[in-house]
Each structure stands twice: as C-alpha cells, then as structure tokens.
C-alpha cells in the first residue's frame, strides 16, 4: 500500500447499518483546512448527503473531513432525510472541535431507507477515538456495498516545489452510467492549490474517466466525487508545466478507479473499451460510444464471446451521430470485421475464437465524419447482474 497523503488520518467502524462483519463506516480527517472540489449526480431525485454537501461547498471556504456511510442511501427521505444527514454533521463537528459545514457527508446503499440515526450517535465517537489507525484498504472497503473488492489507487508526482501525493478511493458495481461522475470517488492530496483551480483540475479528470464508464446505463441519486488538497506537504505549483503533470496524476489516478470499477461491474466478466473516432464534434463521438457501450445486445453479445458486428453497427446507427454509413469502419480486438457498408470477408468464428476470451475487448468505430473521438470503458452483461438486481433490496 503506498504512502497516504500528508495531513489526513483514516478511521473506519462497524456500525452494522446493513453488513455484518465489515466496516461500513468510514471517516478521513484534514489536520489543516482544505481545499475542496466537488461533483455531484445530475439525477433530478438527489440524496440527502448530495443536498447537504452542495450547500456546505457553497458555505465553507475550506474543509476538515468527508464522512461515508455504507447500506443506506438516505435518497427520498424527505426533510428527515436532510435533517438527519446534518445531525450527524452536527455530532462529528462536536467531537472533532470544527464546524458542521466544513464535513463533506456521502452515503450509499438501498434508495428510500432512513439513517440508523442510534448507530451513527454510537459509532461517531469511535471514528473519532480510532482517527489515524484505518489503513487506506480499509477505508475503501467501508464504502463499498455490492463491490467484490476495495477500489484504491495513488500517484506521486514530482514538482519544481517538491512532490505531492495523491491518494482516491471509488465504489461501486452497479447503477452506473455517468453524466458527471457515477458512483462514490473521493480523492486526497498534500498539494497546496487554489480551491477555484482545485475544482477545475478534479473536474478535467473526472470528465475523461468517471464519465467515460458505463455498467447499465443507470445514473443513482447518489453519486458524487469528493476532493480534498490540504497543501500539507508545502508543494505549490509553481508553473505551467506544474499544472500539466498535476493535470497528469489526476487523470492517471481517476482512470485506474474507473477501470476498477468496471472490472468489478455487477457480475460481469469482460472490460469493454470502445472508441469512437473521427466524429463530426466530441458530442457525437459521446453518443456513438455510450450506445453501444449501453446496448443489451452488444454487453451480451462480447460475455458470449460472439463476434456479432451487426449488434455494434445497429447501435451506432440509432446513436444519433451523424456519418455515412458507406464510411464507417468497426474493428473488434484489433481486426477490422465491418467497412463499406459490409461486413469484411473472413472465417468470423476461426479468426475470434481466441480474441474474445481476454478479460479486456477493444472495440474501435471509426466515422470518418470529422476529426473529434471519445473513449469510454464498459461492461458486458451476464446472468448474474440479473440474480445480483432482482434481490437487490430483499
């Protein structure tokens, strides 16, 4: 396990909200007030912790903690639903000596369940007891819920100032198809920056990893990336190649969370990376890829192991992109299968055989309609993401 960040103190308990066994309940303390970024769901139907959190990044210059439960959503519960999201604010602020609006609260779990509010009033003081004692693994196994495994990951990076570490964590497996962020990422590091520039940079990153992935097409109520730069380790970013290889470490950081993410997709078993190139703008590069990203059939069609590159063009059709059919170019794992508007001549069956039974799949569409592409990662579809959905809540 790599280095934390400077300046942030782990801890985790087993509340017991719906897990048994395993943390589900995680807290990650800034000794020093920090910077914070933040994105949230663009579903209509937003969380309480989601409410909460908007409105205390409007109100805090600077941050102390992120609190995360696991089990319950708290997600259509009303003005009892805020209220306690922000008692539990109200507890943690007490016992960590701040204030209620410097905590960024996240939670996750089943839609419409309130918060156990006796166990957060028990477990509270002992996240504040064990601050320091979590280890990152930990913390990312607290927030999972249908995950198989904690999602981590960290980079370095070394600047004119000196260097500064990045630490994030992510969950999630299910309901996730981003239209900002998906699923619940939180990101820590030592750097010193300017809260404005902070948001930008999280933002860039987040643009081209967590909302370049899809599971099923699901956006939850819930989602949100959380950022915290407590500027511990005095490093700053003193120039514009400073800017570049922070922009660097980000990307590289959100990009092994998301990839972790669709590995660890609701039974699945392949990652689908799909590109679609040479668009007519970066929107309809969007489109192309997710529908097929989003397409029953294509999910089904590469867990099968099926070269069906019918499935792959029906989708790109209805996309709404615009090209000409006659121009449009699909390779699957590398082999050109579809050009001119017909599939290429070959024994499909004899030449795929060995290509689709990797736990990665490329597929390429390439519009020759502009000059704009968009790459986003997938999951195929299987049986068991229905077994794991159809007895989700019971």
């Known amino acids: 396990m790599s280095h934390m960040p400077l300046g942030f103190a ?3 308990a087993e509340a017991g909200f719906k897990y048994k066994d395993r943390p589900d309940l995680a807290l990650i303390v800034s000794q020093t007030p920090a910077a914070g970024a933040a994105l949230f769901t663009t579903n209509l139907f937003q969380a309480a912790p989601i409410i909460v959190a908007r409105s205390n990044m409007d109100k805090a210059k600077f941050f102390r903690a992120v609190l995360i439960n696991a089990g319950q959503a708290n997600a259509c519960t009303g003005d009892k639903g805020i209220a306690n999201c922000q008692q539990t604010l109200n507890i943690l602020a007490a016992q960590l000596g701040i204030k209620p609006e410097e ?8 839609i419409g369940d309130h918060l156990k509010m006796d166990l957060f009033e028990k477990y509270l003081p002992v996240l504040v007891r064990d601050s320091g ?34 630490w994030g964590m992510a969950k999630g497996a299910g309901m996730i198809c981003p239209n900002m962020a ?7 590091t030592d750097l010193k920056v300017d809260p404005k520039q902070w948001q930008h940079l999280v933002a860039k990153a987040v643009d081209k990893s967590f909302n370049a992935l899809t599971i099923d097409g699901d956006t939850s109520t819930n989602d949100c990336v959380l950022a915290l730069a407590n500027g511990a380790s005095g490093v700053y970013l003193e120039s514009s190649n400073d800017q570049d290889l922070i922009e660097g470490c980000l990307e590289e950081l959100c990009a092994k969370l998301a990839y ?18 040479g668009a007519a703008d970066k ?53 050109e299968i579809f050009a001119h508007g017909c599939p290429v001549d070959m024994d499909r069956d004899k030449v795929f055989a060995s290509l689709l039974n990797g736990p990665d799949i490329d597929i390429h569409v390439e519009l020759n309609a502009g000059q704009e592409d968009f790459s986003l990662l997938a999951s195929d579809l299987t049986e068991k993401y229905i077994e794991i959905n159809a007895h989700y809540r019971t």
Request: hydrophobic share 45%; proline share 4%.
């Open 103 to 110: 905590i960024l609260p996240a939670s996750t779990g089943v």
């Open 283 to 335: 929107a309809q590069a969007r489109m192309a890829a997710f529908t097929i990203g989003n397409s029953p059939l294509v999910k089904t069609a590469m867990y099968g192991q099926d070269p069906n590159w019918g499935r792959i063009i029906a989708a790109l059709g209805r996309s709404g992109a615009r090209f000409d059919p006659d121009k449009v170019r699909v390779s699957l794992a590398g082999v």
């Open 260 to 277: 972790l993410i669709v590995k660890d997709a609701e039974g699945g078993t392949k990652v689908l990376r799909i590109k679609a190139t």
């Open 10 to 12: 782990l801890s985790v």
């Open 133 to 166: 004692k979590a280890i990152q693994e930990q913390a990312a196994q607290a927030i999972m819920t249908t995950d198989t495994f904690p999602k981590s990951a960290s980079c370095d990076v070394r600047l004119s100032s000196g260097s500064a570490r990045f």
């Open 182 to 188: 998906t699923m619940l990422a939180f990101i820590f």
